[in-house]
């Protein structure tokens, strides 16, 4: 293989690979606190979930180039320098986090709130029912999530070349594109269709695998709110 | 039997959303005795599910007190939304069951029932042993390796009354548990229920729209209207009492008089009167032809309880002396009110009065 190709297909694996272990770390917090806070949630507390849903939606609505420069100094102070592809998985885990919490939250809203009550009235905290309940239950849409948002990292990070991050997509934009080799930017354009084909069907297959263990099929089931009393009817 | 294990006291809930207040419980009064099986029916809306709820503080009542094997539950709540470590502690000494069993689908069966378990911080092995205990009381040893998705609804039941009876509960709530089952299957978790109550001595409070289920295994019974308990006791009690709604959903008797000059009579049977054969005797001791117009009855406890409407030739004064020798027998006796036949409607259910006959 191309040295060329075989270092971009290093940089974007490292870019991708660590930006998604961080987003999943930080993304999957925000995305059950969402939850919790949310009217009708374990934690009620509207003030954070507005405060949480405010970031989430601030972040996601930044388009990635101006994140990477708006974050540089931010990105010095975290990982020591603003070029190469460490410094490209500062802005990448930043913007991926907001968007996989929101995933993560709606795969949380998914699961019956009836074992949410199963599980408080076998005395169980709010912490057993994260752990317990609201995370094995929703394992199988949670890793759709994730594949999800692996595969948004692989687009995103075309664009590291803006701070010399490398990978193929800046390989195909410089290489390919702004040098006419439109040969060579097939080929990275092929090779970056097989990479993230290669991660879709990996997910699939293990959110499929998450969701036979409990012998389901893929639909979601209803509600993590607490089921409206049966005499009260909700808000007009 | 009669230390009280369940008690509401003037428990009121109310629910307030944006423009109007809806009251669930109205000051509700119950009292549920040690050992006994205790039905609540209503309809939907009633408020029956919101009290079962409010029994181990799923639902905050919005005041009143819960006092559950005598610790005072919504004194341990406080005021805080969250629920504090002793009330906890408490819910784990209240098994409940669920309409829509409520198992965790990414569970099996066994781990299921360890689940509560788990949350008491029980250790694996001893997890394990309980666990094949209460799967081999509720009939589903065979069951224990495989997921909730591949039983049918009577096992999921079983599972959530395992999982339910894992932490020795007292006390077993159960809200419309047989609900979403068929009436075969209704029938064999009930009799499990039953079971348990005999065997165990749990104590169990259950919800239901059904009057069948009260039937098959309640020593007790509420109705509920409106979020209040509009009546309450035990069967023998609502039998024995006069124009009760309970009793008469229960042990329903139709049957019109065939003619005029007819006396109908409503028999209730509750107590030591139910072993004797009163009907033959009555008719060999008073030479009267007696039909019997409706029954029903039940055997609890190999005793015979429930009621009966029979027909006796002539008008009331003329069987003055058979009612009497019925009171005598100590069966309540209520005269359906006479001549309704010579009116010449179809009279729906006549209204009864009580008899004064001596």
């Known amino acids: 293989m191309h040295p060329l190709l075989t270092q971009a297909c290093t940089d974007t694996l490292k870019m991708v690979g660590w930006s998604t272990a961080v987003t999943v770390a930080a993304g999957l917090p925000l995305g059950v606190l969402l939850v919790l806070t949310d009217r009708g949630g374990l934690l009620r507390n509207l003030a954070v979930n507005r405060a949480l ?39 990448l885990s930043v913007g991926a986090i907001p968007f996989f919490a929101r995933l993560v939250e709606t795969s949380l809203r998914e699961v019956d709130g009836g074992l949410v009550e199963a599980v408080q009235s076998m005395g169980g905290s709010t912490w057993t029912v994260v752990r317990k309940v609201l995370l094995p239950e929703s394992l199988p849409s949670l890793i759709a999530g994730a594949t999800t948002t692996v595969v948004a990292l692989i687009g995103y990070s075309a664009m590291a070349g803006v701070v010399g991050g490398g990978g193929l997509g800046d390989l195909a934009l410089r290489y390919g594109y702004q040098r006419f080799e439109t040969g060579f930017m097939w080929v990275i354009v092929a090779v970056l269709a097989v990479l993230v084909t290669l991660v879709q069907l990996a997910g699939d297959l293990a959110a499929r695998t998450a969701a036979r263990r409990g012998g389901r099929g893929p639909l979601p089931r209803l509600r993590l709110l607490r089921p409206a009393p049966p005499a009260a009817p909700t808000s007009p | 039997m009669d230390t009280p294990v369940i008690t509401t006291t003037d428990l009121r809930k109310v629910y307030r959303s944006r423009d109007r207040e809806v009251t669930a419980l109205d000051g509700v009064d119950l009292t549920v005795r040690e050992g006994e099986v205790y039905g609540v029916v209503g309809r939907s809306g009633a408020g029956k599910s919101t009290l079962i709820r409010c029994v181990n503080l799923l639902e905050r009542p919005t005041s009143g007190t819960v006092e559950v094997d005598g610790r005072d539950l919504t004194a341990l709540a406080g005021r805080s939304d969250r629920a504090p470590a002793a009330l906890r502690a408490a819910r784990a000494g209240i098994g409940m ?35 094949a205990e209460l799967l081999d009381l509720v009939g589903l040893s065979d069951k224990a390796r495989t997921y909730p998705a591949q039983l049918s609804g009577g096992q999921k039941q079983r599972v959530g009354i395992a999982r339910a009876l894992a932490g020795e509960p007292k006390v077993l709530l159960s809200d419309e548990a047989t609900s979403a089952l068929d009436p075969e299957t209704t029938r064999s978790v009930l009799q499990l229920l039953r079971d348990l109550n005999r065997q165990l001595g749990l104590t169990v409070l259950l919800i239901t729209h059904e009057m069948d289920v009260v039937k098959a295994v309640c020593d007790s019974a509420a109705l509920m209207k409106g979020g209040r308990v509009v009546e309450s ?79 006796l030739p002539g008008r009331f004064e003329d069987n003055v002396v058979p ?5 005598e027998q100590g069966l309540q006796v209520d005269v359906a009110e006479a001549g309704i036949a010579d009116v010449g409607i179809a009279a729906p259910e006549p209204a009864r009065t009580r008899a004064v006959a001596k």
């Not at chain 1, 990105?75 to 190469?84: L, P, S």
């Not at chain 2, 009612?323 to 009171?327: A, H, P, T």
């Open chain 1, 53 to 91: 849903g405010f970031v989430v939606n601030l972040g996601r609505s930044l388009p990635f180039v101006i994140l990477m420069i708006a974050l540089l100094s931010f990105t010095r102070a975290v990982v020591g320098t603003t070029i190469g592809w460490q410094a490209a998985v500062v802005p």
């Open chain 2, 97 to 131: 069951v669920f309409q829509h069993f409520n198992l965790l689908s990414s569970r099996t069966v066994q781990d299921n029932v360890e689940l509560p378990l788990e949350i008491l911080g029980v250790p694996r092995r001893e997890r394990a042993r309980k666990a």
């Open chain 2, 233 to 311: 006791g035990t069967v023998a009690e609502l039998l024995a009492t006069p124009g009760s709604e309970l009793a008469d959903e229960l042990f329903p008797v139709g049957g019109q008089a065939s003619g005029p000059d007819r006396t109908v009579v409503d028999l209730t049977f509750h107590g030591e009167s139910a072993t004797r054969p009163v009907i033959s005797q009555l008719a060999r001791t008073y030479n009267v032809d007696v039909s019997i117009l409706g029954a029903a009855m039940e055997t609890y406890d190999g005793r015979q309880i429930g009621r009966m409407r029979i027909e």
């Open chain 2, 323 to 327: 009612i009497g020798f019925l009171r």
